[in-house]
């Protein structure tokens, strides 16, 4: 039996599979909040975590971060000098500008200028992804682990790996993977 988490795993993070593909026991993958609480990084690869960080950031007035930060992300992966103008004047009309609808808190000498939104490149907001993601990091992410909204989440998780169901399929999945 293969699971979808294996296989995405098997393509995403060989490092983490047996020669024969399967999850190597020396690297068990984390889960949940027990992930997110490794590092901002991998609470902001997961959809679920995401999710959870921006109720937080929302509570604190400050979800324009992580906004910013996703947004910077897409934008690197855009083609195409038209999409890549259009994508960077809306990231710097929404977060950026002295006008913005969610202007993010970055150092006044690292704001752009609109003329730079003329010749877009995929790591024109680089310097500014990076001053928010530091004051996540060093800021919010902290106090998200210690949050409710972290805290229940996590207990719900426990209560759901404590079910006679997840119990079963983990002795099923123990003796695939052990034979």
């Given at each position: 039996v293969i699971f979808k988490e294996d296989l995405f795993n098997f393509f995403f993070f060989p490092e983490i599979n047996d020669s024969e593909g399967h999850p190597s026991s020396s690297h068990q993958t984390?889960?949940?909040?027990?992930?997110?609480?490794?590092s901002l990084e991998s609470l902001l690869e997961d959809p679920e975590g995401v999710k959870?960080?921006?109720e937080f950031l929302k509570k604190e007035f400050s979800e324009e971060n992580v906004l910013f930060w996703l947004a910077c992300e897409e934008f690197k992966k855009t083609q195409g000098k038209k999409q890549m103008q259009e994508k960077a004047k809306e990231i710097y009309m929404?977060?950026?500008?002295?006008k913005a609808s969610s202007q993010v808190n970055v150092e006044g000498q690292s704001r752009l200028s609109?003329?730079?939104?003329?010749?877009?490149?995929?790591?024109?907001?680089q310097?500014?992804?990076?001053q928010i993601f530091n004051l996540m990091k060093y800021d919010s992410y902290s106090r998200f682990l210690k949050?409710?909204?972290?805290?229940n989440h996590?207990?719900?998780?426990?209560?759901?790996?404590?079910?006679?169901?997840?119990?079963?399929?983990?002795?099923?999945?123990?003796?695939?993977y052990n034979t």
């Amino acid at each position: 039996v293969i699971f979808k988490e294996d296989l995405f795993n098997f393509f995403f993070f060989p490092e983490i599979n047996d020669s024969e593909g399967h999850p190597s026991s020396s690297h068990q993958t984390l889960k949940g909040t027990s992930k997110w609480a490794t590092s901002l990084e991998s609470l902001l690869e997961d959809p679920e975590g995401v999710k959870r960080f921006r109720e937080f950031l929302k509570k604190e007035f400050s979800e324009e971060n992580v906004l910013f930060w996703l947004a910077c992300e897409e934008f690197k992966k855009t083609q195409g000098k038209k999409q890549m103008q259009e994508k960077a004047k809306e990231i710097y009309m929404t977060f950026l500008s002295s006008k913005a609808s969610s202007q993010v808190n970055v150092e006044g000498q690292s704001r752009l200028s609109e003329t730079i939104l003329e010749t877009p490149h995929p790591l024109m907001f680089q310097k500014l992804q990076d001053q928010i993601f530091n004051l996540m990091k060093y800021d919010s992410y902290s106090r998200f682990l210690k949050s409710d909204i972290f805290l229940n989440h996590q207990k719900s998780e426990e209560q759901e790996e404590n079910t006679p169901e997840a119990q079963t399929a983990a002795k099923r999945a123990s003796r695939i993977y052990n034979t």
